[in-house]
């Protein structure tokens, strides 16, 4: 066991003794939620909820690759969504001309998305900011077009599928939670990627060109290789969540490339939070919740879901993830200073400092904790209160410089202040 043990290279063994980093336990607890949809769906006595837990996972695999962009490349792409119809598409076709077995549908998915990516992508990452938006949105219109002109696949009207796509000459995926948990396990599987290609060399490269592009050309780094190569990955995952979906519906449209499809995705994004891998899969389940619920208030459901995004935009900028940083922070500075009012308090126990009768009080660190809340709510109130009474005490002072020569002089002073 000893010698089993020894051959294992150390590098392994110090990534199991390290402990999880935040991103990771809330990735883990998006999959169990996730994983239990199908055990409760039959207790809850709806079937649709399963629907909406596979919408939701393909969804965050396209969300995924549009993050590596946004997050890792700073490339806001607006004609994301060409990639989860062009995979859609290519798997569709091979499986209208009988084609629709997993090991040629998926790898004809895969290629198409990888080859689009390139052949687009060659000319879009050379440019920056609005002019890169406005180009994958010139391409992806294009794809768009391209698909209504298919009359031989559909045309405008779409495509359907004869069947889901084959296993081994078998229809496993016609069973809802074999496909559920397909889709989960490729979700995983391109969690656990896009986090070893970010902590990668490659991934670090990546971030430096987002914050300072000069720098990096200073130090030997072309962006242009490392942008491209991004692109083509962020595209062909995204072409694996549009095989996914096609599957699910057993049908395709060109609605899956329209630009509406793409403000979605990059919504999905911003929602959880962009420069984590976890944000964007909340941010798509989050979406698609909101979808399912405003949908069913009123037919014109954007119409409240548009000030519930500008909201957000305006006092949760960080989307989720970034909700979620300023609770633990917080959180880690009431932690802080409940541990130091608990030492404190033993403290002046041992050493005699306090009677009795307040002993008795600080001898149950736990009244102390209960207390702290309530005591920094009220340092807070004051020094706000303090806060207003100098502002006061300047007023009267001003007071009498209310003439008209001083008047101007007297609110420069105060906006310096």
């Not at 992508?121 to 406005?134: D, E, K, P, S, W």
């Not at 190569?229 to 395709?252: H, K």
Request: proline fraction near 4%; include cysteine.
């Amino acid at each position: 066991m000893r010698r089993a043990i020894r051959l294992i290279p150390d590098r392994v063994r110090d990534a199991a003794r390290r402990p999880l980093s935040f991103d990771a336990r809330m990735a883990l607890a998006y999959f169990a939620l996730i994983a239990l949809l199908p055990l409760l769906a039959p207790s809850l006595g709806s079937g649709y909820l399963i629907v909406i837990g596979e919408r939701a996972v393909i969804f965050a695999i396209a969300a995924l690759s549009l993050e590596l962009l946004i997050g890792a490349g700073g490339l806001v792409s607006f004609g994301h969504a060409a990639f989860l119809g062009v995979g859609a598409y290519a798997a569709g076709i091979a499986a209208s001309h009988g084609l629709g077995t997993l090991s040629v549908a998926l790898p004809a998915a895969l290629a198409a998305s990888a080859a689009f990516a390139l052949a687009t992508g060659a000319i879009a990452v050379r440019t920056h900011g609005v002019y890169f938006i406005m180009i994958t949105l010139a391409f992806a219109q294009m794809a768009f077009f391209i698909a209504t002109s298919l009359a031989p696949y559909g045309g405008d009207d779409g495509l359907s599928w004869p069947t889901r796509t084959t296993l081994f000459g078998r229809h496993v995926l016609k069973n809802e939670t074999i496909f559920y948990y397909v889709s989960l396990a490729l979700l995983i599987a391109a969690y656990v990627c896009l986090g070893r290609l970010m902590a990668s060399r490659f991934g670090r490269v990546l971030r430096g060109l987002k914050d300072n592009e000069t720098r990096m050309q200073a130090l030997g780094f072309t962006p242009y290789p490392y942008r491209l190569s991004a692109y083509v990955i962020a595209g062909t995952l995204c072409g694996a969540a549009g095989f996914l979906l096609g599957n699910q519906a057993e049908f395709v449209s060109p609605a899956y490339m329209h630009w509406q499809r793409s403000g979605e995705l990059i919504i999905m994004v911003l929602l959880g939070g962009t420069g984590t891998l976890y944000g964007p899969m909340f941010g798509a389940l989050t979406f698609l919740l909101l979808e399912e619920v405003l949908s069913r208030l009123t037919e014109h459901w954007k119409v409240l879901l548009g000030p519930a995004l500008v909201l957000l935009a305006l006092f949760a900028s960080g989307g989720i993830a970034g909700a979620v940083a300023a609770w633990r922070h917080e959180q880690g500075g009431l932690a802080r200073m409940l541990r130091a009012r608990s030492r404190f308090a033993r403290r002046r126990l041992a050493t005699g400092m306090v009677g009795p009768a307040r002993g008795r009080w600080l001898g149950y660190p736990w009244l102390a904790h209960a207390a702290m809340p309530l005591r920094w709510v009220v340092g807070r109130a004051r020094s706000r209160g303090q806060a207003a009474k100098g502002t006061l005490a300047r007023l009267r002072r001003d007071l009498p410089a209310l003439r008209q020569p001083e008047l101007r002089n007297m609110l420069a002073r105060w906006w310096r202040q």
